[in-house]
């Protein structure tokens, strides 16, 4: 009963953050969760596009809007769009139950290293900041 409560805190405590929730592959969870990797990419694509980011007037960016800024670069647009702003990123490993939840230092775009699975070209690179929860702890 004891470990069911706190559960139940661990919960309430993390609820009215904004969190970006994140599947991974083995490889990269295991790196994440031993504090190796830093930092989670993300292709440059109108979905990820859509997900990390909002237009400088808060509104959602949508599909149309989304192919049409990638055919310019994201300087170029001094209205927008400008990053979400996500407290915390859940990492689960694959889709299973197994997740750690790590503190957000902020999304941006650029070149990460390849020895933590980054492309050789611009991407989403999400920051990491210190651990905040292990769902299988609990």
């Known amino acids: 009963a004891r ?5 139940r805190r661990t919960r309430k405590r993390f609820k009215t953050m904004n969190i970006l929730y994140l599947p991974l592959k083995k490889e990269w969870y295991e ?24 237009w400088a007037d808060g509104e959602r960016i949508d599909k149309i809007s989304a192919e049409r800024v990638m055919e310019h670069p994201i300087g170029t647009f001094e209205w927008g769009p400008q990053f979400k702003d996500y407290d915390a990123v859940c990492f689960s490993y694959g889709y299973t139950k197994r997740q750690m939840l790590w503190e957000c230092k ?32 609990q």
């Open 106 to 137: 902020g999304i941006t775009i650029g070149k990460g290293r390849p020895e933590w699975g980054a492309p050789d070209h611009e991407t989403f690179i999400i920051k990491l900041g210190n651990r905040l929860n292990d769902e299988r702890s």
């Open 31 to 54: 790196m994440i969760e031993a504090g190796i990797k830093k930092e989670e990419y993300r292709e440059f694509k109108p979905y990820w596009l859509q997900r990390l980011m909002l």
């Open 3 to 7: 470990r069911d409560r706190t559960k």
